[in-house]
């Protein structure tokens, strides 16, 4: 009878424990991501049930549940309370909740909207035909806007006492009706959402409203991208880095094929307009990420130094308590390479 000596027995118990913890590891549990979009689901929200649906979030080891939000700035808020660990929103918001909150703050891994689709819409053949002509007016936007929050410093830029604007919050739905009816003289929304809720309503964006897109005057701003809370940031940071290669993958298969976002996007939602929501999102990525800065630096990074006169002007429109550090509102320490971050063209 062949007997194994001492050390053979330790190897032996040695190479059950290494098979053991292999083992553990290939059945480790799933991290849990709960995520909050800004907005309903909608053709720009179709690459986050397309990583969900195609298995990229599995892949990196996340089960991720992805809840319907009520506003870029709101998103910001439900992270903070803990009620979400990540989710998509407005980095203005982050600034300001940076300053007043350090450390509580969700912090922008993933840079999506390059450029803010903020604007301010007014009738074409109304009163309004400056931004200075907005004093004494009612401005429309849903709560929770961002581009309603961002009006203040617009009107900063501007020369406009915002003082005097009546802010009307109602339902996301009514937004737009409110200014076809006269209910209100303007309203602030994301381009990329009236532009489509104007199609839908048989009016045409370009001869019927007049915009102010505030990247044109005078508030080059950044606008949402991928947010994560303090905790998932400090504790998990592997599933931060898994979250956002599984969304940047989506995101560009998304960009580079729009039929198969909203295929996806329709089995969330039934009800879906898949003409409409595909126009919708492709005008999003034509508009808001496709930039001379994202062709520079990929998607996801952005500009130190447009980010800090951003926060320099966010900063002194609300008389914050302080300024916010780069570090405080972006890191870029989760993106994958750049080559992995390339667009693909129209």
């Known amino acids: 009878m062949k007997r194994l000596s001492v050390w053979g027995l330790a190897c032996l118990g040695l190479a059950c424990l290494a098979i053991t913890a292999i083992a553990g590891t290939a059945h480790a549990e799933p991290i849990k991501i709960r995520f909050i979009l800004d907005w309903k689901a909608q053709g720009p929200g179709a690459w986050y049930y397309f990583a969900r649906d195609k298995g990229y979030f599995q892949a990196e080891g996340l089960d991720v549940t992805i809840d319907q939000g009520d506003g870029s700035a709101a998103a910001v808020s439900h992270i903070m309370t803990g009620a979400y660990d990540a989710g998509f929103g407005d980095i203005n918001a982050v600034i300001q909740n940076a300053a007043q909150r350090p450390g509580e703050q969700p912090v922008l891994v993933y840079m999506l909207y390059n450029r803010a689709p903020y604007a301010l819409i007014v009738k074409a053949d109304g009163p309004i035909k400056t931004l200075k002509d907005m004093e004494g007016r009612t401005l429309a936007a849903p709560a929770g806007s961002a581009t309603e929050r961002m009006f203040k410093p617009l009107a900063l830029k501007n020369g406009v006492d915002a003082s005097t604007v009546k802010i009307l919050n109602a339902a996301p739905n009514l937004i737009e009706q409110l200014l076809v009816n006269g209910q209100a003289d303007a309203i602030a929304q994301f381009s990329l959402t009236s532009y489509m809720n104007f199609l839908a309503m048989k009016k045409s964006p370009e001869t019927d409203f007049r915009w102010f897109f505030y990247s044109e005057n005078g508030l080059d701003l950044y606008s949402n991208g991928i947010l994560v809370s303090q905790k998932l940031l400090k504790e998990k940071p592997e599933a931060v880095r898994g979250l956002v290669k599984a969304l940047n993958r989506a995101i560009l298969e998304v960009a580079a094929n729009p039929d198969e976002g909203i295929a996806v996007l329709k089995k969330v939602e039934p009800l879906t307009n898949v003409d409409l929501e595909k126009q919708r999102l492709v005008y999003t990525v034509d508009h808001q990420l496709r930039t001379d800065e994202v062709a520079r630096l990929g998607l996801g990074d952005l500009d130190d130094t447009r980010l800090q006169a951003a926060i320099k002007t966010v900063s002194e429109a ?22 992995d971050r390339a667009l693909p063209g129209r």
């Open 318 to 339: 609300y008389a914050l308590p302080r300024t916010p550090s780069l570090d405080e509102v972006f890191s870029r320490a989760f993106l994958p390479p750049k080559a």
